[in-house]
């Protein structure tokens, strides 16, 4: 059976979110599919339900109790590569989307434009597709567009001087990219935790950027990093 004809019944699904009326609904509305589903409320619980079974899809929301999505989507990613990953949240804006796909979402809908079908949407996630909501996907080509724009037709000024990046201010840019906490960076890296935010500081400034995801982009784009 190809993952095309792939039964519900025959996909596990983790389900994360916090808020009550929102899980049941998205709950009860793929028990009545026939997949089998598991639900989590916090981080924690979701790191828990991991450990004991790698499921075939992850439905997860950004903001939880205790922690961040992302750092729940990259786990997945780097611990179980087959497992489809949809976002599911509220949170539209560019650093969350760019941040969620980069370390390993393949969707990402929004509450306020969730399908009527989640069942469907699912069967679509595994088989191969990336369901978007309409407001990113148009970010997206935006954003792709005005890349293309800039290749082919770079505005006057000054040529980014990107080798200014020293390799430390590298290896943290890829931190970054990959949705590490400061602390994890610091770590990684052999760092004091206060001397994160002044490299990234600098990183920015160099890269004439205001934000993460702007940063990820920027280095990708510039071949400083690859995700």
Known sequence: MTEQD???????????EDDAPTCWRLQDALIKAEYEVRTAGTLGEARQALNSRAPRVLLTDLRLPDGHGIELIRETRQRFPDTEI??????GDEES????????ATGYLLKDAFPTDI?????????????????IA??????????????????PGPVLN????????????????KGFSYAEIASHLGLSRQTVP???????????????????FEAVQQGLIKL
């Open 86 to 91: 949809m976002v599911i949240s509220a949170l």
């Open 162 to 177: 990107t080798a200014r990046l020293t390799p430390r201010e590298i290896d943290i840019l890829w931190g970054i990219a």
């Open 198 to 216: 002044g490299h990234i500081k600098n990183i920015y400034r160099k890269l004439e950027v205001h934000t993460r995801s702007e940063a990820v």
């Open 6 to 16: 792939e039964a519900p019944a025959g996909i596990t699904i983790l389900l994360v």
């Open 138 to 155: 148009r970010f997206i080509v935006r954003r792709t567009q005005g890349t293309a724009q800039t290749t082919a037709e770079p505005p």
């Open 119 to 135: 069942a469907t949407t699912v069967r679509e996630l595994v088989a191969g597709h990336s369901p978007i909501s309409a407001s």
């Open 97 to 104: 989307v760019i941040s969620a796909i980069t370390v390993g």
